[in-house]
């Protein structure tokens, strides 16, 4: 299987906390994608970051990419009670129409 | 603009059955692709579609199998449903539906099928 894996599987903070979650992959990649999953609905795009960047930036969302640990960590900063869901990675090759989505990581954040 | 509408929004149906689920996606969009979500299997690609015709399916059984139409939308059936077909299935839009185009997709909310 090309899922990649995420940790941690659950993360509980403080509101006003960073929070951090990493996603691990397996073959090479055009593009990994962030998805944000609240209670059982569909997922929504946060944003996406090339194989050739290493870094990108939106709103309190940073994403770094690693090509040669094939690895992507994605951070909220100063997290509301809002941000509680489940973020997952997706993972896109050059070529092809389907997504590699990683286990996701659960993030309750505590008013 | 109008997101992608998936119906019914909750579904049960007994051992045996069979299903089908709808999938309209944002207006323009050629593109469809149908996910499985459960909590032992995480999201699984079922099958894309584009122009009406299957271009990639996943690792499923036959039993999975999905249309689409002239004007896009998308239906996934499921015939012989078992227990373990239980999940939610969730469609994604897309312009070409080529994940490697740099840019994101729209996700339905999803079906959630219970199987009883």
């Known amino acids: 299987s090309q899922q990649g894996e995420e940790d941690p599987q659950a993360l509980s903070i403080q509101e006003g906390e960073n929070a951090t979650m990493n996603c691990s992959y397996k073959?090479?990649?055009?593009?990994l994608q962030w998805y944000r999953q609240n209670s059982g609905r569909g997922l929504v795009h946060l944003i996406l970051?090339?194989?050739?960047?290493r870094e990108k930036h939106s709103g309190r969302l940073r994403v770094t990419l690693d090509t040669s640990k094939k690895s992507s960590s994605l951070l909220i900063t100063a997290s509301r009670a809002a941000d509680t869901a489940s973020y997952f990675c997706a993972t896109a090759g050059f070529t092809g129409n389907q997504f590699y989505f990683g286990t996701g990581t659960s993030l309750t954040v505590i008013p | 603009k109008a997101g992608v509408t998936q119906t019914p929004r909750y579904l049960i149906k007994t051992r045996g059955q069979q299903v089908t689920l709808s999938c309209s996606p944002i207006s323009g969009h050629r593109s469809v692709s149908w996910y499985q979500q459960t909590p032992g299997q995480g999201l699984q690609f079922l099958f894309e579609?584009?122009?009406?015709?299957?271009?990639n399916k996943g690792n499923f059984p036959g039993r999975f199998s999905g249309r689409q139409f002239s004007n896009s939308r998308s239906e996934m059936n499921v015939s012989t449903l078992e227990l373990g077909d239980s999940a939610l299935y969730l469609c994604?839009?897309?312009?070409?539906?080529?994940?490697?185009?740099?840019?994101?997709?729209?996700f339905g909310s999803g079906t959630r099928l219970t199987v009883v």
């Open positions: 579609y584009f122009s009406e015709t299957q271009r």
């Open positions: 970051i090339r194989s050739n960047e």
């Open positions: 994604a839009s897309s312009k070409d539906g080529q994940t490697g185009n740099n840019y994101g997709y729209t």
């Open positions: 073959t090479s990649i055009n593009n």
